[in-house]
């Protein structure tokens, strides 16, 4: 009996860590968007009228160019590649009003920071002899979720097979419109800057009000083995945010003018072992990304659309009333697909490129009051 509470605990405990790591693995900007909130581990221990505080830490540093799935080895060994180093913290409190329900609040506060040789000088030679590097930053809260979730069988007689639904509202708290100093040099050579919106990948917020779906589960095998799940789509149907990425152009291109509002979604299919003690071990894989076109809305505006599958190893440990985990899952393939405006290009010539990272760092720890 204790095993299969020590089990069913940690799949949910890993479960909702992911509902806190689906964030941006470079250029392509898939954000944190779902909550920190309990799962149906926590109901087999817990009591009603519960509170759950949960803060999450992400770490990624991103570099490697992809235009498709082929990736462009040439832009590290040239040095013109551009790097996202980020961090994150998700401040999360949820409130169960009854073993089967969880409502969840959760504040992200980031801290990005974006150096290229493009958006400043160049990359060529010819306009950037001496490749001068050159950083842009955001730092401060994200944009707020509020979610729900509800499992479709009662959790507290065990069964082996459970599945959650639940969905809630994203808010536009963060800074949709972050601007930071950008060099540029005149035809004698000299330095000077221009301060515009830094670049979408390391925006604090979408400036969208956005709205998801998601469900989670699990399927127990032995008392010490289980198969976990877990998918996740936002919708944004808002157009774009208003934010001009080029505020110093005459003109304003009626495609790509503006920052996207876009859509994301993400899936994860894990299983995990307990070790006893408090102790288990997770092997699993993930998928994310930002879609080229939205299920609601239109697409136009600016976006780097793209995927990333990940094999996940993990590792949790319980007790009590406190748990923790930590993972790192590592990039197998990378896609950074047509955007809506590629697409356009009756040549179909037409395709951006995007940064990935090779692996993303989260922590997580949680305790019930």
């Not at 082996?160 to 004698?188: C, Q, R, S, Y």
């Not at 399927?219 to 976990?228: D, E, G, N, Q």
Request: hydrophobic content about 35%; glycine content about 10%.
């Amino acid at each position: 009996m204790k095993n299969i509470f020590t089990l069913l605990f940690t799949v949910c405990l890993l479960i909702t860590q992911f509902t806190n790591d689906i964030f941006a693995q470079g250029c392509v900007a898939i954000r944190g968007m779902s909550h920190a909130g309990a799962t149906s581990a926590d109901f087999f221990k817990q009591q009603n009228g519960k509170f759950q505080v949960n803060a999450g830490y992400r770490f990624f540093r991103s570099y490697k160019h992809f235009r498709g799935d082929h990736e462009e080895k040439e832009r590290v060994e040239q040095g013109t590649e551009v790097i996202n180093v980020a961090h994150a913290l998700d401040l999360g409190l949820t409130y169960q009003p009854n073993m089967r329900w969880s409502i969840s609040v959760t504040l992200p506060v980031q801290h990005n920071d974006r150096s290229s040789l493009y958006e400043h000088y160049g990359n060529a030679i010819t306009a950037n002899p001496e490749q001068k590097r050159f950083h842009t930053s955001s730092k401060g809260i994200g944009d707020l979720r509020i979610s729900t979730s509800y499992w479709l069988r009662d959790p507290m007689k065990m069964p082996k097979f459970n599945v959650a639904i639940g969905g809630g509202i994203k808010l536009p708290t963060g800074d949709k419109a972050v601007e930071g100093e950008f060099h540029k040099l005149d035809k004698e050579g000299n330095d000077y800057t221009i301060v515009k919106p830094v670049d979408q990948s390391i925006q604090l917020g979408d400036g969208a009000v956005g709205f998801f779906l998601e469900t989670q589960g699990y399927l127990s095998f032995t008392p010490r083995t289980a198969l976990y799940f877990n998918g996740f789509y936002l919708s944004n149907p808002k157009e774009h945010n208003g934010v001009n990425r080029n505020p110093q152009s005459a003109t304003i291109d009626p495609i790509v003018g503006y920052f996207a509002a876009v859509d994301q979604f993400a899936a994860r299919l894990g299983v995990s072992q307990s070790l006893g003690g408090g102790f288990s071990v997770l092997l699993g894989g993930r998928a994310e990304g930002v879609p080229s076109s939205d299920l609601i809305g239109s697409s136009k505006g600016y976006r780097r659309p793209g995927y990333v599958i990940s094999g996940e190893p993990g590792v949790a440990y319980i007790k009590n009333k406190f748990s923790a985990s930590l993972s790192v899952p590592i990039a197998l393939y990378r896609n950074r697909t047509k955007s809506y405006a590629d697409k356009q290009d009756v040549t179909g010539k037409s395709h951006g490129d995007a940064a990935f990272a090779d692996y993303l760092i989260s922590f997580s720890v949680s305790r019930w009051f």
